[in-house]
T-cell receptor
């Protein structure tokens, strides 16, 4: 009930391409879905977040797409840059949950 | 800017030692968290605290304890370190007792238990 499944585990994208990371959740009470970005040697930092009242949220090159009926959400990075190389974590919470539940992480490498 | 600092970036300890990991935040945040990060397992919550002297168990509290004597400081204690506690430990804080509040993470402590 509390799991968040994230895929792929790793991703290699060429500069200028689109990076797509997917997450699926089970708990229908979840109503807040953030993405955190972690650079090597640093702690994760909030990148973008969405609530299920909208199907999409865009901030610059980063977009979250949300499909409530499928209980899935994804992060799209347009025009991927080498500086986007990092580990990305999706997360979810809501309802009676007392914590954020994180996905297992995706290591993104953007090549020149 | 919120700053969360952790006492050590790297730590090497021996099996059976008592280990203290310290975390300090400078933004008067109510909530503090301890996570461990392992490849393929993501971030797993060990303990969290909503107030001074208050603590709640997370997903994997076994083998750990915590202490929050002051609002800005949250300590993770490994009473008797074991090799399966070799991991990256991340501390985080958030402003309020709402799970939608942004969590601000420290840089992590990589602990190796030999």
């Amino acid at each position: 009930q509390q799991q968040v499944k994230q895929s792929p585990q790793s991703l290699i994208v060429q500069k200028g391409g689109i990076s797509i990371i997917n997450c699926a959740y089970e708990n229908t009470a979840f109503d807040y879905f953030p993405w955190y970005q972690q650079f090597p040697g640093k702690g994760p930092a909030l990148l973008i977040a969405i609530r299920p009242d909208v199907s999409e949220k865009k901030e610059g090159r980063f977009t979250i797409s949300f499909n409530k009926s499928a209980k899935q959400f994804s992060l799209h990075i347009m025009d991927s840059q080498p500086g986007d190389s990092a580990t990305y974590f999706c997360a979810a919470t809501g309802g009676t949950a007392s914590k954020l539940t994180f996905g297992t992480g995706t290591r993104l490498q953007v090549t020149l | 800017d919120v700053k969360v600092t952790q006492s050590s970036r790297y730590l090497v300890k021996r099996t059976g030692e008592k280990v203290f990991l310290e975390c300090v935040q400078d933004m008067d945040h109510e909530n503090m968290f301890w996570y461990r990060q392992d490849p393929g397992l993501g971030l797993r919550l060990i303990y969290f605290s909503y107030d001074v002297k208050m603590k709640e168990k997370g997903d994997i509290p076994e083998g750990y304890s915590v202490s929050r004597e002051k609002k800005e400081r949250f300590s993770l204690i490994l009473e008797s370190a074991s090799t399966n506690q070799t991991s990256m430990y991340l501390c985080a804080s958030s402003l309020d007792r709402y799970l939608t509040d942004t969590q601000y993470f420290g840089p992590g402590t990589r602990l190796t238990v030999l």
